[in-house]
């Protein structure tokens, strides 16, 4: 987790209209994601492929098809996502410069490499409080914040924007309901 990459808000600005097209009943494109977000469709079809390796994400085959959560908006964290995006890293790797000392030649006493380094304690400390915030957060919570924020028909513009992408057969579907 040295460094949480673009690919991970991408990922959670798909994921968060996915929540929108869950509430239809109807998947979205990863094509139609990227062209709402005006990004290129190449770069969200690979966050997708990571996504649904990591079982956050659902591939629906044929016409109609596309993509859903794979389970509900509140059991998957922003953790989660940022794991299956980018991997799980560590925030710090301790090079062990203590033991390179010039003063130690090429003896290093081991008082001087005994347990953790302080400075690789507090990077582990920090890792460790980074994971709990991002674990803390869910979808659900995310999206019920951008609610609060957002004009309230902006969640309706959204969905009658893939409403209008979805093939001809989704479509009737969607107006019969």
């Known amino acids: 987790m040295a460094h ?16 929108d097209a869950q509430e239809l009943e109807q998947p979205a494109s990863a094509r139609d994601l990227a062209e709402l977000q005006k990004i290129p469709a190449e770069f969200v079809a690979k966050l997708f492929t990571k996504l649904q390796k990591a079982g956050i994400v659902a591939a629906r085959e044929g016409i109609g098809g596309g993509f859903a959560l794979a389970r509900p908006a509140t059991e998957i964290t922003v953790l989660d996502v940022v794991e299956a995006v980018d991997g799980r890293k560590a925030l710090f790797e301790c ?3 203590r033991a390179q000392c010039a003063l130690f030649g090429d003896h290093t006493p081991p008082w001087a490499v005994d347990g953790v380094c302080a400075i690789h304690a507090v990077m582990i400390e920090a890792e460790k409080r980074t994971r709990d915030a991002l674990a803390a957060h869910t979808l659900a919570n995310i ?20 409403v209008a992408r979805m093939p001809r057969r989704g479509r009737r579907a969607q107006a019969s309901q």
């Open 95 to 97: 090079k062990e410069i």
């Open 143 to 162: 999206k019920g914040r951008v609610a609060t924020k957002a004009p309230r028909d902006h969640a309706g513009r959204v969905q009658e924007w893939l």
């Open 4 to 19: 949480v990459s673009a690919g991970v808000e991408y990922a959670l600005h798909c994921l968060l209209y996915l929540v």
